[in-house]
């Protein structure tokens, strides 16, 4: 993570509350490793299931939809969709930030952004 993210990152995931409101959680890049290390032996896997990517310069914006799976084959248990800004240097492609919300009952994910 901190090979594709800048220094500066942020990560944040949206919390969204049963009254339908919604909380963002922005973590540094250290913040998140520290998340994901307290997670322990839990394991699951991300993947991406469309992505659509806009670029200007050296600037990108990526919407990118994923399912998270308890297992690499497994049936996803959630889905969402996180939105991506990233900065390009001149040599490589780097992450700026990161914001996403999982789907919910209320706020399903569109049929435009699945597969």
């Known amino acids: 993570m901190r090979q594709i ?3 500066e990152a942020r990560l944040i995931p949206v919390a969204i509350a049963a009254d339908g409101s919604a909380t963002p959680h922005v973590l540094t ?3 998140w490793i520290e998340a994901v290390r307290k997670r322990g032996d839990m394991v699951f896997y991300e993947r ?11 600037v990108a914006h990526l919407w990118s939809t994923y399912e998270i ?3 690499p084959e497994g049936k996803a248990t ?3 969709i996180n939105s991506i800004q990233a ?10 930030e990161i914001l996403w919300q999982a789907e919910t009952a209320a706020e ?8």
């Open 5 to 7: 993210l800048l220094p």
């Open 29 to 31: 890049v250290e913040g």
């Open 69 to 71: 799976r308890p297992t």
């Open 78 to 80: 959630v889905r969402g």
């Open 87 to 96: 900065v390009y240097d001149g040599k490589v492609w780097r992450v700026m």
């Open 108 to 115: 399903p994910v569109p049929e435009k952004y699945l597969p």
């Open 48 to 58: 991406q299931v469309k992505i659509k990517s806009e670029v200007y310069g050296h």
